[in-house]
Nanobody, 124 residues
Framework: VQLVESGGGLVQAGGSLSLSCAVS????????MGWFRQAQGKEREFVAA????????YYTDSVKGRFTIAKDNAKNTVYLQMTSLKPEDTDVYYC??????????????????WGQGTQVTVSS
């Protein structure tokens, strides 16, 4: 299973960016897809997740109302639409995939498959 992120870049505070994560195989309904971010020297932080089958979504508090996670079943792709970006959103963003049962798919340790990461930089 390969995950390939795209869409990162440099944007001014208040701007928007959209990230994509394409998965190399068909995503089954039992899978969850998550977005995490990590600054150098810090732990990987949960951002958003979606259950592929139900479409249920999860967000960390700091991005609620600003970020939206969505999926395209036909393209095996998950998106992260980011608006009202802040300098503190600057990080490397990673997408992840795995089957996660019985708990919210918000913990990085529960994911086996990861993309290579894409840099998001928000200037003030």
């Amino acid at each position: 299973v390969q995950l390939v992120e795209s869409g990162g870049g440099l944007v001014q505070a208040g701007g928007s960016l959209s990230l994509s994560c394409a998965v190399s195989v068909r995503i089954f309904s039992s899978y969850s897809m998550g977005w995490f971010r990590q600054a150098q020297g810090k732990e990987r932080e949960f951002v958003a997740a979606i259950r592929w089958g139900s479409g249920n979504t999860y967000y960390t508090d700091s991005v609620k109302g600003r970020f939206t996670i969505a999926k395209d079943n036909a393209k095996n792709t998950v998106y992260l639409q980011m608006t009202s970006l802040k300098p503190e959103d600057t990080d490397v963003y990673y997408c992840a995939a795995d089957q996660i049962f019985g708990k919210p798919p918000v913990y990085s340790d529960d994911y086996e498959y990861w993309g290579q990461g894409t840099q998001v930089t928000v200037s003030s």
